[in-house]
């Protein structure tokens, strides 16, 4: 950060020399934003919003079960960059671990939006895909001994469903292989379902 110091007279007289300042709104309005400009602006501390305390919650569903068993813990995590959105840590009792990125708005991509009720038929009617949490996944880390080789080969990105049953708050984590979205066969394709229980 530049800091200027100038004598009193001196500037009075550079600034009777000066043209009109335009107002704050305008000069504003003229300065490209860092969204604009596609990176972050390394003079401005980017400070990330804060995100919520980790959940708990156990498998429920058959595959859950077998590929997941035990307690499943979903860590927020905050933005990186001031052009990343905050994203959550998926890590499960027996060593799988995903890190994601929130994909806000994704559930409901799509000409016609997709099919959720095929995804979610256990789910309560109707389904509401601004609910649905989509989250990319960018990183993994799968125990040699993990049954199926974790969730699913490659997963791709995750469609998370909070909703609630007889069982009391219940996620069910649709998971999306391939390299794109809206899903399109053969680019992406729904690999499975797993649900899981709020731990109490």
Not at 12 to 34: D, G, H, I, R
Not at 112 to 117: A, E, G, L, S
Not at 179 to 187: C, L, R, T
Request: glycine share 8%.
């Amino acid at each position: 950060m530049r800091i200027l110091i100038l004598a009193a007279a001196s500037l009075f007289a550079v600034a009777a020399c000066q043209p009109e300042t335009k107002p704050a709104q305008e000069s504003a309005a003229a300065q490209a934003t860092l969204e604009e400009l596609g990176q972050d602006d390394p003079d401005i501390a980017f400070e990330p919003a804060p995100v919520g305390p980790p959940k708990t919650y156990e498998a429920m569903s058959k595959t859950a079960m077998s590929f997941t068993p035990g307690k499943l813990t979903v860590t927020p995590t905050p933005q990186q960059s001031i052009n990343l959105p905050s994203g959550a840590t998926f890590a499960f009792e027996n060593g799988i671990r995903y890190e994601t990125v929130m994909a806000p708005g994704g559930a409901g991509m799509g000409d016609p939006v997709y099919d959720w009720k095929g995804v979610f038929p256990s789910a309560p009617d109707p389904i509401d895909p601004s609910m649905i949490e989509m989250y990319t996944v960018e990183g993994e880390t799968i125990p040699a001994n993990a049954p199926n080789g974790g969730l699913c080969e490659r997963p791709f990105i995750f469609g998370v469903y909070p909703h609630t049953d007889a069982q009391g708050e219940v996620i069910t984590i649709a998971v999306f292989t391939g390299n794109g979205w809206p899903p399109e066969k053969p680019d992406t394709a729904l690999c499975g379902t797993f649900s899981y229980s709020a731990v109490k």
